[in-house]
C-alpha cells in the first residue's frame, strides 16, 4: 500500500494519516451500537480506551465523536476491517490493545451488574473477530480491486458471498438515489445541481446553507433543510461541514456527521440535495 492509496481511504473516514490509530474504535463503536444505543457507560469507556491507547488525533477526535452521536453504516465498518487487516493493526490498536478485547470490554460495561453481554452485541462481536481474521494481502487486494475511492461507491464483493459475510447482507449504496451530486472533476468549491442545472460556489471563510433568508446559500424549495442547516468552513487546519443544529441532519459520502473535515471529493447530503466537495 502506497501513501497514495493509504491517504484516499483513510479521507473515506474524515481521518488522515496522523490520526490513522482512532480507525481501531470504529468496530468498537458498533459493538456499542449493537443493541440500539450507547449507553453512557460504553461511551466512558471508548473515550478512556481510546485516549490510553492510540493518538487520536484532531480529525481522529472529531470522527470519534461522530461514530458515538450516530450509528456508523454497515459498509463504513466493512472498510474498516479490511483497513485494520491491510495495515496489520487488528491485534494492536495503536500503542497496545487487542481490537476484539476492546469490544467486549465496552459490551460488558453496558450490560448488567454482573458484566453480561447482549445477544446482539455477542453476534457484533463475532462478526468483527471474524472479518478481523482476514488475511492482510487478501483483505488489501480485495479492498483495493474492489473499491472506486474517487466515487465513494459501496463496498461490494469484500466477502464472497452472504454465507462468509458476517456483517450480513450486502450494504446499500452510500449516494442517494434520487439525486446524485456533480461530478467530481471541476473547479474547486462546492458544487450542485438546481433545476437540472449545474450550480458552483467558492467558499472564502464560512458558507451557511439552508432554506432561510440570512443562509449565505439559500434553498428555500428544500423543505426538508433547516432555516440554517449547516455550515462549511475554513480553518487553520483545512476546511470542514458543521451541523448547525439540524433536524434531519448532514451526512458525508452517506454517513451522519457533526463536525467533519473535506478533503475533496465528498458527496454531501443535506435535505433533499446532494452537493460535491472539490477540494
Known amino acids: 500500500m502506497n501513501d497514495r492509496e493509504l491517504t484516499s481511504f483513510l479521507h473515506e473516514f474524515g481521518i488522515d494519516a496522523e490520526s490513522r490509530e482512532a480507525l481501531a474504535f470504529l468496530p468498537v463503536v458498533w459493538v456499542a451500537w449493537s443493541d440500539g444505543t450507547v449507553e453512557p457507560a460504553e461511551r466512558a469507556l471508548i473515550l478512556e480506551l481510546a485516549a490510553q491507547h492510540v493518538s487520536l488525533g484532531p480529525e481522529g477526535a472529531r470522527a470519534l465523536d461522530n461514530w458515538l452521536s450516530f450509528v456508523p453504516d454497515r459498509a463504513r465498518v466493512e472498510r474498516a476491517a479490511a483497513l485494520l487487516v491491510a495495515l496489520d493493526m487488528r491485534t494492536r490498536a495503536g500503542t497496545g490493545g487487542d481490537v476484539v478485547d476492546f469490544c467486549r470490554r465496552v459490551a460488558q460495561s453496558g450490560g448488567s451488574l454482573f458484566g453480561r453481554i447482549s445477544p446482539p452485541e455477542r453476534e457484533a462481536m463475532e462478526a468483527v473477530a471474524h472479518a478481523l481474521a482476514v488475511e492482510p494481502q487478501l483483505a488489501w487486494d480485495k479492498l483495493r480491486a474492489r473499491l472506486v475511492v474517487e466515487s465513494h461507491g459501496a463496498l461490494e464483493g469484500w466477502f464472497d458471498d452472504d454465507a462468509t459475510n458476517p456483517f450480513g447482507g450486502m450494504p446499500a449504496p452510500i449516494r442517494p438515489k434520487d439525486e446524485p451530486a456533480p461530478a467530481a472533476e471541476g473547479p474547486p468549491g462546492l458544487a450542485w445541481s438546481e433545476g437540472g ?83
Open 197 to 279: 442545472a449545474s450550480a458552483h460556489l467558492v467558499v472564502e471563510e464560512r458558507l451557511v446553507i439552508g432554506r432561510g433568508r440570512a443562509s449565505d446559500l439559500q434553498l428555500a424549495w428544500d423543505g426538508q433543510l433547516s432555516r440554517a442547516h449547516a455550515a462549511i468552513e475554513r480553518r487553520a487546519e483545512g476546511v470542514y461541514l458543521l451541523d448547525l443544529g439540524s433536524l434531519n441532519g448532514c451526512l458525508v459520502n452517506g454517513d451522519r456527521v457533526r463536525d467533519r473535515r473535506l478533503y475533496g471529493g465528498e458527496v454531501i447530503r443535506l435535505g433533499e440535495t446532494s452537493f460535491r466537495w472539490r477540494g
